[in-house]
C-alpha cells in the first residue's frame, strides 16, 4: 500500500512509521511527506529515509480551497492507497476531505470526542480529568470527528503539568499510528455505521 504523510513540525509520527515501515512491519511504504512548512523537521527525517518530500506553503495561496486544491494535486501525483495527517496543522476544506474519504487519518492528542481542537493536553488537567490520552481517527468534515480506530490512555499525575502530559501522550501516539496503519494496509479496517470494525485473525 502506497501511503502518503502530510506535516507541519517535528515529524516523530512520521518517524515512527518509517521506522515500522523499514521493518515490514507496516503493510506499506511511505512514498511521499508533504509539509505546509518549510522547516518542518519531519523533512529532515523524510530526507534521512531517501523518501520524497515536497513544501507547500499555504501563505501563498489565495484561499484554503485554492491551497487544498494544490495539495490535492500534489498528494494524488504520489498515487496513494492511504494520507495519513501527522501533526499537519491546518484544517482541511470538505472538499479535500471528501476526495480521501476512508482513505484519509489523523492523530489527535486527546480521548476524541473530548477535547476536539488545539491546547488538549492544558484542557485535560484543568477539567481534572483522571486519564488523557491520544486517538487515530478517519478524517470527516467534523473536525476531529471521524470514526475513531484506536485510542491509549494513560493517567493523569498529581505531578503533571502540560509538558509531562503531552511528552507521555506522544509516547502512546508512537505506539498506536503504525498499528492503525498496518491494519488499514493490510485491509482489516472496516468502516459501518457503528464505527470502525477491526476483522479478526489479527490479535
Ligand atoms: C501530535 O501530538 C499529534 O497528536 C498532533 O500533532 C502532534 C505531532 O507531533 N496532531 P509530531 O510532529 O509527530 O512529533
Redesign the pocket.
Known sequence: QRIVVL?????????TLIDHSQKGDLHGNIVGVISNKAD?F?LVRAQNASIPSLVLDHKTFASREDFDLALIEHIDSFKPDLVV?????RILSAEFVRRYQGHLM????SLLPRYKGLNTHQRALDAGDAEHG?SVHFVTEELDGGPIIIQAKTPILMEDDSASL?AR??TL?HKIYPLAVSWFCSGRLRVTDDGVMLDDNCL
Do not use: D, R, T, Y
Request: net charge negative; charged share 5%; proline share 4%.
Open positions: 506535516i507541519s513540525g517535528s515529524g516523530s509520527n512520521l518517524q518542518a519531519g495527517l501527522a501533526g499537519f496543522m489523523n492523530i489527535h492528542p491520544c503531552q501522550v506522544h501516539e
